[in-house]
């Protein structure tokens, strides 16, 4: 029997383009998918629907992957997708990677294992992802899985993109309205793509409106790393962490030092997390929809339209940040 894969290669496509150009997912121009038709008929192979079905409706299975199950910021994702689960009858279980690509694929490929209907993938990706990733997930597609992305679009899949760029820009501005020209910015791990984004976007602000490069200090992407980057940050009036929780890392940090915050230095952060809403001072931050996140991802896996949806964010100014 001619496989999907045999395809695929004839074709000169991805084994997930195969599978959607052949079973009418959007997002694809009529020549490629025609191009893949011709393929099929011309080497006799047939959409097994039963199959299909089957694989995706064998389970009523999401699988929800994260990095972290201790970060606020996953739970808050978690909560939107078992909402959504909830309206379709469907149970969400939650995988942690530990920041291991490998962990991470051992997770995917299990979840196939399981015929799960559908996987999202909420972790940050990083720019030494493989593709042996993208080749699990091809296949898990081709079996007629369902999967969505939350972050940045880099896996060929149907992806919820939080603004961040965009908002570490709107705070940038919004911080130097404020008088701040002197900053330092906790940018998380080098490679990691979303903090490479906010640490991009607030740097490039501050360059159109011609005022110093931020003093970049790189670390851990949590409140630990927070905490050790804070000790770097020089003369800067106002600090902004990429995350919430390295913000308030780098507060208790400088609390410890007799550094009063907003009085000596502002801090800002990213993400706007519920359960760190009570903080005192109360937290300058970008907000994110972090529970309508992970609502949509799951809606978006679900209806099988291969796209990108943008997700705005909002600057919240508090009192960890004050005009000078």
Known sequence: MVTLAEVATHAGVSLATASRALHGTRRMSEELRERVR???????YEVNNA?????GGASNLIGLIVHDLMDPYYAAIADGAMVAADRHGLVVT?????????RELA?????????????VLAGSRSTEDSGQLNAEIELYRAGGGHVAAIGND???????????????AALANALTELGHTKFAVLAGPEGLLVARDRAEGFAEALAARKLPAPLVVH????????????AEIGDATCVFAVNDVMAVGAMAALRERGVSVPGDVSVAGFDDIPTLRDLVPAL???????????????ELALSDQDETVAVAAEV????????I
Do not use: H, M, W
């Open 51 to 55: 199959a299909r079905t089957l694989a």
């Open 219 to 230: 670390g851990g992407f949590d409140r630990d790393g927070g905490y050790a980057a804070a």
């Open 38 to 44: 011709g393929s099929a008929a011309e080497l006799g």
């Open 94 to 102: 939650v995988g942690a990677t530990r920041r291991s690509a490998d």
């Open 316 to 323: 919240i100014l508090r009192e960890s940040t004050r005009r």
């Open 107 to 119: 997770l995917v490929t299990a979840l196939r294992a399981q015929r799960a209907r559908v996987i």
């Open 154 to 168: 880099v896996l060929g899949v149907p992806t919820v993109a939080p603004a961040n760029k965009e908002g570490a």
């Open 284 to 298: 300058t931050t970008v907000r994110l929809p972090l529970t309508e996140l992970g609502e949509r991802a799951v």
